[in-house]
């Protein structure tokens, strides 16, 4: 007598972006093996892009069209208006066992949450409760964290609150940036999610509560933070640039031109002599040397007990120009020693 094969998981996907679209993609090729039924996906509803601002879909309806699966984008679930109650019926109607939910942009109210039968499980890219929000990896890097990594999460009322199933770490390298960081998560994330499908009831029993008291609040980026303020350390500017690559990007203004400074490394300032803050100390084939500023953690013979820095500028570009190499910049001249970076269009020399 053969044993009846249970039912696959009826499961909805939630997500917009890449980094959800890559754990859609595994998910697809997957499903025999998890015994899962991808019954519909979830995305926000497409957007005007680009300088034509012709509409665009999400990477994850790219996916799913691309697999004849069948996709929703309602703007809303609030039972208060129509079509967030019209949403709510319809992800009804797919009898839903389980909800996976990756960077999808928008809330889940709980009487949403509650409509599949294991509930909705959140892909969430921070080691939780380190980072709660919608930057978590940038947040990450401009924190100066040594290591980041994968979450799942039964999700519940609260930003990103819900008990934790599964945890996967990675080490943040000196020289990661939020896009290498963005593509390795989402790798992360779309493997962690089958391991825990693969065993869904064992981690949902043995799901663990999040400490509040370590909890920070991973705020939306805004292009505002990618003006760089010389008066920090070398160190804290060195963090903003890869921590914003490539969105929004680090600026500055340099004789009354914006410019975007695309990568480089700290240093310290053997001179006792303070340097004006945002000076251009040197150009180089290697960097443009530019003065920053003191740096608590680091001493020396100064009588003040802290040493100034200098951030070393490896590749930069002009409004309207394409990027540059320290060489290509020191064969030019567009910069000169003595120049000074300023936070501010209309700042002189």
């Given at each position: 007598?053969?044993?009846?094969?249970?039912?696959?998981?009826?499961?909805?996907?939630?997500g917009t972006p890449e980094f959800a679209a890559k754990s859609l993609s595994v998910l697809i090729e997957q499903q025999e093996q998890l015994?899962?039924?991808?019954?519909?996906?979830?995305?926000?509803?497409?957007?005007?892009?680009?300088?034509?601002?012709?509409?665009?879909?999400?990477?994850?309806?790219?996916?799913?069209?691309?697999?004849?699966?069948?996709?929703?984008?309602?703007?809303?679930?609030?039972?208060?208006v129509t079509e967030g109650l019209?949403?709510?019926?319809?992800?009804?109607?797919?009898?839903?066992?389980?909800?996976?939910?990756?960077?999808?942009?928008?809330?889940?109210?709980?009487?949403?949450?509650?409509?599949?039968?294991?509930?909705?499980?959140?892909?969430?890219?921070?080691?939780?409760p380190?980072?709660?929000?919608?930057?978590?990896?940038?947040?990450?890097?401009?924190?100066g964290d040594n290591e980041t990594g994968i979450t799942i999460m039964q999700m519940d009322q609260g930003l990103d609150t819900g008990d934790m199933l599964y945890k996967v770490s990675c080490p943040i390298a000196t020289d990661t940036t939020a896009a290498s960081l963005h593509d390795h998560l989402a790798e992360l994330g779309a493997g962690?999610?089958?391991?825990?499908?693969?065993?869904?009831?064992?981690?949902?029993a043995n799901a663990k509560p999040q400490d509040d008291a370590l909890a920070n609040y991973a705020q939306k980026l805004t292009k505002d933070e990618g003006l760089i303020d010389w008066n920090l350390s070398a160190h804290l500017i060195e963090r903003q640039i890869r921590g914003l690559n490539p969105w929004p990007g680090t600026f500055s203004f340099l004789n009354g031109k914006r410019v975007k400074i695309?990568?480089?490394?700290?240093?310290?300032?053997?001179?006792?002599?303070q340097a004006p803050i945002g000076r251009v100390i040197s150009v180089g084939?290697?960097?443009?040397?530019?003065a920053c500023g003191t740096d608590a953690n680091n001493t020396n013979n100064n009588s003040n007990g802290v040493q100034q820095t200098a951030l070393a500028i490896t590749a930069l570009q002009f409004a309207g120009g394409k990027p540059m190499s320290a060489e290509q910049i020191c064969h030019g001249n567009q910069i000169s020693d003595g120049d000074v970076f300023a936070n501010d269009s209309r700042a002189e020399n």
């Open positions: 007598m053969t044993t009846p094969m249970t039912p696959p998981l009826r499961v909805i996907f939630a015994n899962i039924d991808i019954v519909a996906v979830y995305t926000q509803p497409d957007r005007k892009a680009g300088r034509g601002q012709k509409l665009a879909i999400s990477a994850v309806k790219e996916v799913a069209l691309a697999n004849s699966i069948a996709v929703q984008q309602p703007s809303t679930f609030k039972q208060s019209n949403a709510r019926e319809t992800l009804r109607s797919y009898q839903p066992d389980v909800m996976i939910v990756a960077a999808y942009g928008l809330i889940l109210p709980v009487g949403v949450l509650s409509i599949p039968k294991f509930g909705c499980l959140n892909i969430h890219a921070s080691l939780l380190r980072h709660r929000g919608a930057a978590p990896i940038h947040r990450a890097l401009l924190a962690a999610i089958v391991t825990v499908l693969s065993d869904l009831p064992n981690y949902q695309l990568a480089a490394y700290p240093m310290m300032l053997n001179s006792s002599a084939k290697k960097a443009v040397l530019v």
